[in-house]
């Protein structure tokens, strides 16, 4: 079971154009997300700084009306990390249920379906009605695996979000350190009750068949 944003979807071309948009360099931009970031402050305590009172929901609106036919907040295949389908193509190849299911709004459903990924399914959870770190979310990802939770693998980037819950529901848990967050929580103490750390979707196939043998 994957997550999707700095798991299968690079964010770097998503907050550039946000940087661009709220006219901030993509540097500051990126400087002041990592500083509320290492602070476990919200992501969006960043835009705030740079926009005083920003709304997501009014900016996003105000955006889809200026371009329309832009990507804005959203992504495409061209964001895939590259290791994305040799990986997940690997894992089907060795007999393994490949299921994809994040945080994302019920856009990005078909978004993802578009790419075509070697996976069996694929769930965001504006369309389940829960999010993470929620324990109803890993519910629904164990009943959407069709295993028990000790049979489930939760691939993510974040500690909060992705492995700590998943591990409190019973399932086991790899953290990938990209993306901001990913090399962040990769250093902390807690980093440890993930059952495995991983530079990236490549590592993952092998990391399964050492724990089978």
Not at 39 to 52: I, W
Not at 98 to 125: E, K
Request: charged share 25%; hydrophobic share 45%.
């Amino acid at each position: 079971m994957l997550d999707v944003g700095e798991t299968l979807v690079d964010e770097t071309r998503i907050f550039e154009r946000w940087a661009d948009r709220l006219g901030v360099p993509r540097l500051a931009f990126f400087g002041l997300m990592g500083a509320v970031l290492a602070e476990d402050r919200p992501l969006m305590d960043a835009f705030r700084l740079v926009k005083p009172g920003f709304d997501l929901d009014v900016e996003s609106a105000a955006w889809l009306a200026d371009e329309p036919g832009s990507l804005r907040e959203n992504f495409d295949a061209d964001d895939l990390y590259a290791d994305v389908r040799p990986a997940l193509s690997e894992l089907r190849a060795m007999g393994l249920s490949v299921v994809v299911a994040g945080n994302q709004p019920s856009a990005a459903g078909p978004s993802l379906a578009a790419m075509d990924l070697p996976a069996d399914r694929i769930h965001v959870s504006e369309d389940w009605g829960v999010s993470k770190p929620d324990p109803a979310f890993f519910a629904r990802v164990v009943d959407a695996a069709g295993a028990t939770p000790a049979e489930v693998l939760y691939v993510g980037d974040r500690l909060d979000n992705d492995v700590l819950p998943a591990k409190r529901a019973g399932l086991r848990a790899a953290l990938l350190r990209r993306g901001m967050l990913g090399y962040l929580h990769a250093g902390r103490p807690e980093a440890r009750q993930a059952d495995t750390v991983l530079d990236g979707l490549a590592d993952l196939p092998g990391w399964i068949a050492d724990q089978a043998d």
